[in-house]
Structure formats: structure tokens, C-alpha cells
């Protein structure tokens, strides 16, 4: 069976180990809707980035398709609910920029405790010699996370890596919610699990790292930050669905909070007239939180072998819509459809 493979968007290097396995490979940088679905009408997998969203229009006419592969864990360009309907895998890279995410967060919170940029800026104007006085008041403006308390929104992979950095810094407690997480499991990192509630309320740095959900879509609204102390410091490098943005403006405006740094917005690039970024407490960054040429080149291999493996009848490196399995089982029984022809990977998930 020949099999044909689509790349879209930002090219993927390791476009070869499909040019090796002898299936075609079709690179492409589409502007518009009809444009992706012109590409996927034909192909058997495709490997895409946040843009283009293969919704459920894309992928109910694309019929040969069996793999959409995202490089990083978010996969919210994807229709999940389509895609499972249709029996075509969902897949995503796991842990390629885990170190990265947290350090970036990490780094977000440093920049605002120690006031990185303000003094920084200060010093490039000349301010340190002509006007002293200025350079005086940052000390008193600075603040230490040791014997306060973090919180974590989201104890995933990302957000255990952030608990294992923030420890050294000697925090009095490290909270978090997450409904899916066993208290034995956050036990393991120093972390006690408590109510969103309570998550906000009690932390005086807290730090975003959870998927883009319809649960977590605007969690973070004029309710929560009401919730929060005014000396609060809120970090994003998770989503930006999942801080609804004019109530961030608000609540920066107001000093329902201090500050807050993000790496997401709602609408990325984020526009230049937007009033976030005319506010003084708020840093921001251009989704680059999970970017180093390391997590780059694993998230290209395993991108492509996500695509390659399932095509092959192997396990891939992250499946987001495990529940297709069932879908592809009753359509092999029935009418294979798409995977006719196509050897089976569930066997190997199994293993």
C-alpha cells in the first residue's frame, strides 16, 4: 500500500525517515482552510503545529487520514472529539520540553521577584550614577520566595518539574490543584494538594501549567483574581485560553493582584495594541517558554515517528485520544475504512 505523509506549516527536519520507509512526503505551508484540506484529502498522516487547526470540518474530508502528530503535549489544534469519531489518532510529544517550560517559568517569576528588567532598564539609562535615589527605592520593592507559599495550577509532568525547582528556593509550602493527581503522588515532590479555592487564596506566587480544556477555558476570570492577594504574582506558560485576558487586565489595572508573567495569549502574536501591554506589571514573552535547539530536535524525531510508528502497526510516542482505539477496533471488524490495509498498533500500546 503506498502511504503519503503531509507536513505542514513550520517544516519538520526529520522529514527523511519517511522518504527512507519509501512514502512520500508532501511539505506545505497553507494560508487558509480550504488550502489544508486540498493537502489532507490525501494523505494518510500529517504532522502539523498550532496552526493549521485540523477541526472537525478538515478532518471529515480528509478519509485516507489515520495520524494528526502535534510537536509538544498541547494538541488543542486538534478536534479530539472529531478525530475520535473518525478514528484517526491524535498524537502529541511528551516531556520534549518539560525542562525547558519550567525553567522559563521559573525564570518569569525570578524577573518579577528581583525586578530583572526594571533594574536593568534603569541602568542602561544612566540612572544608577545620575540618579541614585531611584536605584535605592528597588530595594525596597524586591522580594524573596523563600517562606511563602507557591501554588501550581496543574500537576502534570510540567508542574512537578517546576515543584522540583522551586524547592531550592525554599518556599514555606508548595500547593496545587489538580483533580487528577493522588496526594501520593504529590507527596513525591513536597507538594500538598488543595481546592482551586484555597490555591488561590492562600499562594503568593502562582504558576500555570495544565492543558487547554473546556474545564480550564477562562478558569482564571474577575472571580478567581478577586479570590487572590493583592501581592499575588501570576505565571502562564501553559495556554492562553486559560486566563481570560480582560479580566487579567483588570485585575493588573486594579492591583487585584501585582503582577503577572506570561508566555501565552488567547490570540497569538498578541496585537500591538492590545492595553495588556501597556501595563507596567505585566512581562511578557513570545510563546518561546519550551523552545532550546534540544527540545526542538527531540520534538522533530518524535513529531515524525509518531506518524511513522502508527503507519508501521508500533506504538506511538503519545496518543492524546486513547478511547480511538475502541473506534478503530469496530471499524476493522465492520467497515475498515481508512485503515484498511494498515497493520494494527494497539496491540504494541499493550506491551
Not at 503519503?4 to 526529520?14: E, F, L, M, Q, Y
Not at 511513522?308 to 477496533?329: C, D, F, M, S, Y
Amino acid at each position: 500500500m503506498a502511504l503519503k505523509v503531509a507536513s505542514i506549516g513550520r517544516p519538520n527536519p526529520r522529514v527523511d525517515i519517511f522518504k527512507a520507509a519509501g512514502i512520500e512526503v508532501v511539505e506545505a505551508e497553507p494560508t487558509t482552510t480550504a488550502e489544508v484540506i486540498d493537502i489532507l484529502k490525501d494523505v494518510d498522516g500529517a504532522m502539523i503545529g498550532i496552526w493549521p487547526l485540523t477541526d472537525r470540518q478538515v478532518l471529515e474530508a480528509s478519509p485516507k487520514l489515520k495520524v494528526v502528530s502535534r510537536s509538544g503535549v498541547g494538541v488543542d489544534s486538534i478536534d479530539l472529539d472529531a478525530a475520535t469519531e473518525l478514528g484517526i489518532c491524535a498524537c502529541n510529544t511528551p516531556g520534549i520540553n518539560t525542562s525547558e517550560v519550567a525553567d522559563h517559568a521559573m525564570a518569569l517569576l525570578l524577573s518579577i521577584t528581583r525586578l530583572v528588567p526594571e533594574q536593568r532598564a534603569a541602568i542602561k539609562q544612566g540612572k544608577w550614577s545620575d540618579d541614585p535615589a531611584q536605584m535605592l527605592e528597588f530595594r525596597g520593592k524586591l522580594r524573596r520566595i523563600a517562606g511563602h507559599t507557591v501554588g501550581i495550577f496543574g500537576l502534570g509532568n510540567i508542574g512537578k518539574a517546576f515543584a522540583s525547582r522551586v524547592r531550592g528556593f525554599g518556599p514555606e509550602r508548595i500547593i496545587a490543584y489538580d483533580p487528577y493527581v493522588p496526594q501520593t503522588t504529590a507527596d513525591l515532590y513536597g507538594v500538598q494538594l488543595v481546592e482551586f479555592d484555597e490555591l488561590l487564596a492562600e499562594s503568593d506566587y502562582i504558576t500555570i501549567h495544565t492543558p487547554a480544556t473546556a474545564e480550564t477555558n477562562h478558569i482564571f476570570d474577575r472571580t478567581a483574581f478577586d479570590k487572590m492577594k493583592p501581592t499575588a504574582v501570576l505565571i502562564n506558560c501553559a495556554r492562553g485560553p486559560i486566563v481570560d485576558p480582560a479580566s487579567l487586565f483588570v485585575a493588573l489595572k486594579e492591583g487585584s493582584i501585582s503582577a503577572a508573567g506570561i508566555d501565552v495569549t488567547e490570540i497569538e502574536p498578541i496585537d500591538p495594541e492590545d492595553p495588556l501591554l501597556t501595563l507596567p506589571n505585566l512581562t511578557i514573552t513570545p510563546h518561546t517558554a519550551g523552545s532550546s535547539p534540544t527540545s526542538g530536535a527531540a520534538g522533530s524525531i518524535k513529531q515524525a515517528e509518531n506518524v511513522l510508528r502508527i503507519l508501521q502497526g508500533q506504538a506511538p510516542h503519545g496518543l492524546a485520544n486513547p478511547e480511538v482505539i475502541k473506534t478503530i477496533a469496530v471499524m476493522r471488524a465492520t467497515d475498515p475504512g481508512r485503515w484498511a490495509g494498515c497493520p494494527d498498533f494497539s496491540t504494541a500500546l499493550a506491551l
